[in-house]
């Protein structure tokens, strides 16, 4: 059975740094990917970044290139984002699908199967 909790999260000024983890278990295989999303209220869960996990290929939404690192080791999959803005407050969670043959993953959030519980972000200004 596939599961993901997730922990980090939390409160910090404009500018700051948060890292958010993502504990995955239950696959017996690599070939899938995971990704990290956000949503606030009244709007649409977007993607952030995604990774798969055979290789560790990584992709990012435009907004956030530069800023925030999605990575891997393990079990564990992590998104550091820094230069956090104001308008980046949202609940973040990660996500992954059954089975990829190869990268890159899709930024569809449709097409994750298992999600994790949602952490909480929040910027001030």
């Known amino acids: 059975q596939v599961r993901l909790v997730q922990s980090g999260g939390g409160s910090v000024q404009a500018g700051g740094s948060l890292r958010l983890s993502c504990a995955v278990s239950?696959?017996?295989?690599?070939?899938?990917?995971v990704g990290w999303f956000r949503q606030t209220p009244g709007k649409e869960r977007e993607p952030v970044a995604t990774?798969?996990?055979?290789?560790?290929s990584a992709d990012y939404a435009d907004s956030v290139k530069g800023r925030f690192t999605i990575s891997q080791d393990a079990a564990l999959l992590y998104l550091q984002m820094d230069s956090l803005e104001p308008e980046e407050t949202a609940m973040y969670y990660c996500?992954?699908?059954?089975?990829?043959?190869?990268?890159?993953?899709?930024?569809?959030?449709?097409?994750?199967?298992?999600w994790g519980q949602g952490t909480q972000v929040t910027v001030s200004s």
């Open positions: 990774i798969y996990r055979a290789d560790g």
């Open positions: 239950g696959y017996s295989h690599t070939q899938y990917c």
């Open positions: 996500a992954s699908d059954f089975w990829q043959l190869r990268p890159p993953c899709a930024a569809r959030h449709g097409v994750y199967h298992y």
